[in-house]
């Protein structure tokens, strides 16, 4: 698993790179609460183009960043998730909460 952030026009971008499970969520979750902290963004966007395996704890990971980004009046958007994680939303009933978007 790696991770690329960048900040740009008031958005904070993170790019995760290979599963997102038990094992990775932690760290993850650690940078993606600094950067929101540090950078104050308007948007959080998640682009999970090249995740190819998501479990429950990945479910947690952004479920949580959407709260943290509601209670702090953060936009939160995931891009271009790959069919396995769709299939996960899907299955746990939230994808209709979330703000996804395929570019």
């Given at each position: 698993m790696k991770t690329q952030s960048a900040f740009k026009n008031g958005e904070y971008i993170v790019r995760i790179s290979g599963d997102i499970d038990h094992h990775t969520t932690l760290?993850?979750?650690?940078?993606?609460?600094?950067?929101?902290?540090?950078?104050?963004?308007?948007?959080?966007i998640l682009d999970l183009s090249e995740t190819d395996f998501m479990?429950?704890?990945?479910?947690?990971?952004?479920?949580?960043?959407?709260?943290?980004?509601?209670?702090?009046?953060?936009?939160?958007?995931?891009?271009?998730?790959?069919p396995p994680v769709i299939k996960i939303l899907r299955l746990a009933g939230v994808e209709k909460m979330l703000d996804i978007r395929i570019l």
């Open positions: 760290g993850i979750r650690e940078e993606i609460d600094a950067g929101l902290v540090t950078n104050k963004p308007k948007r959080l479990d429950s704890s990945g479910l947690g990971l952004i479920l949580g960043r959407l709260r943290k980004c509601t209670e702090a009046q953060i936009g939160f958007v995931l891009v271009n998730p790959r």
